[in-house]
């Protein structure tokens, strides 16, 4: 997992060492956060198939398969996630934090083989 909170994180991220297509969209997103004015109040992390829910929740604080006490797969379950986009390999996941422009975006790599597959299926089947 890696992950890059505030503006100069983000700017880090753009020499971060990735294979050529990941890291074209790791530079495209991130330049995209900080050509908005968005860097500071973003934290964006990429999430790859050695990744647990488990060590994401405890970098961002949630799951993203919960929502209102109930877990994805339940009936009625309600993605808690504004955005979802597939980018052919890696999915992004968008969640809007209040009304100030704060974000977390998850770059979720699509691994045939993963250590958190729930949340590929939610976003094979969500997107």
Partial sequence: ??????????????????????????????????????GDYTHLVVLTAEDTEATLVEEIGFSPLEHDGQRYGAPGFIPRWDVLHDHGGWHEITFCIGNDGWAVVLLIEDAQVSSFPEIRAACWAES
């Fill in 1 to 38: 997992m890696m992950s890059f909170y505030g503006a100069a994180a983000l700017r880090s991220a753009l020499t971060t060492p990735l294979s050529g297509n990941d890291q074209f969209l790791l530079r495209t997103r991130v330049r995209r956060i900080l050509e908005d004015g968005l």
